[in-house]
Nanobody
Framework: QVRLVESGGGLVQAGGSLKLSCTAS????????MGWFRQALGKEREFVAG????????NCADSVKYRFTISRDNAQNTVWLQMNSLKPEDTAVYYC????????????WGQGTQVTVSS
């Protein structure tokens, strides 16, 4: 089992920045791929960004490209999401997720952290 704990959410004005953290514990060898998802009120959960074990492969949703950056430090079992130029439409609960294989399902999820961007 893998346990994921997010932190760093909060209230920020539009144009501001936040950095989310997600720390994994347990069977961290099953966290080859880690990602961030978000779910706004009344909407479906959507993919935000993902990163492989070495950090050599990263991808993100078009809606956050050039504003959000995902990174990780395997020694700390931590993945971050740096969010810049935040917009009100970025308001959502942000979830950290992990999986073992590149093409498998996201098996492990954190409890989520609220990000609210005011206009």
């Amino acid at each position: 089992q893998v346990r994921l704990v997010e932190s760093g959410g909060g209230l920020v004005q539009a144009g501001g920045s936040l950095k989310l953290s997600c720390t994994a514990s347990g069977h961290t060898f099953s966290t080859n791929f880690m990602g961030w998802f978000r779910q706004a009120l009344g909407k479906e959960r959507e993919f935000v960004a993902g990163i492989n074990w070495s950090g050599s492969s990263r991808n993100c949703a078009d809606s956050v490209k050039y504003r959000f950056t995902i990174s990780r430090d395997n020694a700390q079992n931590t993945v971050w999401l740096q969010m810049n130029s935040l917009k009100p439409e970025d308001t959502a609960v942000y979830y950290c997720a992990a999986k073992d294989g590149e093409y498998g399902s996201w098996l492990y999820w954190g409890q989520g952290t609220q990000v609210t961007v005011s206009s």
